[in-house]
């Protein structure tokens, strides 16, 4: 079996999109979370934060590519772009059956989706509609553009399980190196924000109704009172190991292990025994114990029963845990995006030897408590990385990351 490297990241976030810009947010605890005005225009909508992308500009793609591209596909190919470069991939790499891609999103773009229904509506036909809606709406359409933008001849995987959908993308991505099936994989996924995601969240009580900007979510903590949606997109560009070996690669770490499986109970509520097995399996294809992990980047949206679920079955991994924190308090809950932003945030962790605190994490809930919050940032060697998402459906995937030596 491969070794898989990971040699190149890219992200669009609500707290920048540049790696040092990012970093630097998460050092200075700043978030991304802001008031959207517009959202008071929907009826019976009590949500008013989110988690907003800015400062990116889709010029920097052909018009010839964007054509077909919804918000998040854009997001998602100038992630890509910017992994790519920091990778130094020849296109003549990219360009061949020897690489591939695996990205995913929850949906296609929402405001194209909510665009063309409205158009069918009103005209009750189809003489608005244009031919590249469906591009831009289909489940694929990130990966799909990608692709194309790209000229990547190699296999396309685009999983679609909502919050575990880029963790998915990734783990695939470095099981298709792994096997041999491929010498590149470009991983990730992407989502674009609109009003009717939070109101999903709304409805079924698991959103946060607070107004104060940066003052949710708040993951473990005794006040929380639910998610907050956020927007983006990420990429990793994942290696044969000897491959990027071969051509001199910056290597930013590997991948050592990766496990996804149902938890065959309930379509929204979690349960924390299919969390402990997806985590221990993780940790079993890697071949470690929970000892030999030096942080867990844990999903903790700052939903009641998610987060107290998740914090039952991270006690049940043994005694001596790690420590735990999680980072949607600075981007909200980027849905398809949250995998991939946690990988980055865990690998720029484990570059500078820092752990980054959970953010407002002021009093930890008596149901998350037993597990060691990381509360404050502070320097300690980080080798190695668990990071896990969980997404209705009670799909479940972790990663196990290390620091290349």
Not at 108 to 122: R, T
Not at 193 to 204: C, E, M, N, P, Y
Not at 291 to 302: L, Q, S
Request: with cysteine.
């Amino acid at each position: 079996m491969n070794r898989v490297a990971i040699t190149g990241m890219g992200i669009i976030s609500p707290i920048g999109n540049l790696p040092q810009e990012v970093w630097q947010a998460l050092v200075q605890g700043r978030s991304g979370i802001v008031c959207v005005p517009e959202w008071e225009e929907v009826k019976e909508l009590k949500v008013s934060l989110a988690g907003v992308c800015r400062d990116y500009d889709p010029k920097k793609i052909k018009r010839k590519d964007r054509r077909t591209m919804g918000r998040m596909a854009v997001m998602a190919a100038l992630s890509a772009i910017d992994a790519l470069t920091q990778a130094g991939n020849p296109p003549g790499v990219i360009q061949s059956h020897r690489s591939g891609v695996a990205m995913g999103s929850t949906t296609g773009s929402g405001e194209v989706i909510q665009a063309l229904f409205n158009d069918v509506h009103e005209t009750r036909g189809i003489s608005r509609l244009e031919g590249t809606a469906f591009m831009k709406i289909m489940n694929h359409s990130v990966a799909a553009n990608l692709a194309a933008m790209l000229g990547v001849e190699g296999r396309v995987i685009s999983p679609c399980a909502a919050c575990a959908t880029s963790t998915q993308s990734i783990g695939m991505g470095y099981e298709t190196i792994r096997g041999g099936f491929q010498d590149v994989m470009i991983c990730g996924g992407a989502d674009e924000l609109h009003f009717s995601t939070a109101g999903i969240f709304d409805v079924l009580n698991a959103a946060s109704r607070q107004k104060e900007p940066g003052g949710s979510p708040r993951p473990f903590d005794d006040r929380r009172d639910g998610l907050v949606v956020g927007e983006g997109a990420g990429t990793l560009i994942l290696e044969n190991l000897d491959h990027a070996l071969e051509r001199k690669a910056d290597i930013l770490g590997e991948i050592i292990g990766f496990e996804t499986l149902c938890d065959g109970a309930h379509m929204t509520t979690p349960r924390d025994r299919g969390m402990f097995r997806c985590m221990t399996r993780a940790l079993a294809s890697a071949g470690c114990t929970i000892g030999d992990i030096d942080y867990i980047n844990a999903h903790a949206t700052g939903t009641l029963v998610g987060d107290a679920a998740e914090s039952r079955a991270i006690a049940m991994l043994g005694p001596d845990l790690p420590p735990v924190g999680a980072t949607k308090g600075y981007t909200g809950h980027t849905l398809a995006a949250s995998g991939v932003m946690e990988a980055i945030f865990s690998l720029m962790m484990m570059a500078n030897n820092t752990l980054i605190p959970t953010r407002n994490l002021e009093s930890v809930a008596a149901d998350c408590a037993g597990i060691p919050h990381v509360r404050e940032t502070f320097k300690t060697r980080v080798d190695t990385v668990m990071t896990s998402n969980f997404a209705f459906g009670g799909i479940n995937a972790t990663l196990i990351l290390k620091k290349y030596v």
